[in-house]
């Protein structure tokens, strides 16, 4: 019995430590919190920082169970800015913002001749 109650006692331990590994970590940084968001298999979902205002501010990632990135783009102040990215199969779409509107939309696929200068 005495074995069964350490058992018991190890299992939850751990299983609360392995939950505490999916939240979210955040650091600040003078006036900007840095955060890092995860998925239930410990791959990290999104990364990006706050201002002090709280509102999404600056480059922001987002990646999938596996680690393949999904989405980059900046905000500024809470909005959606400049040129964003969106990689999903073989295609990727350059989405261009302003204030959080879009302004212009491309997007390639992997049979697209993208021209290249070296």
């Known amino acids: 019995m005495r074995n069964l109650v350490i058992v018991l006692m190890m299992l939850s331990v751990a299983f609360s430590y392995a939950q505490n590994d999916n939240e979210p970590k955040l650091e600040k940084k003078g006036d900007l ?59 990727l779409k350059e989405v261009d913002f302003i204030d959080s509107k879009i302004v212009s939309v491309n997007q390639w696929d992997s049979k697209t001749k993208v021209a290249i200068n070296n």
């Open 33 to 91: 919190t840095y955060a890092t968001y995860y998925h239930d298999n410990g791959e990290i979902s999104q990364t990006g920082t706050f201002n002090a205002d709280g509102k999404v501010h600056g480059e922001w990632k987002s990646y999938d169970a596996e680690g393949n990135k999904l989405a980059l783009g900046n905000y500024e102040d809470g909005k959606k800015v400049g040129k964003w990215f969106f990689w999903q199969d073989e295609s």
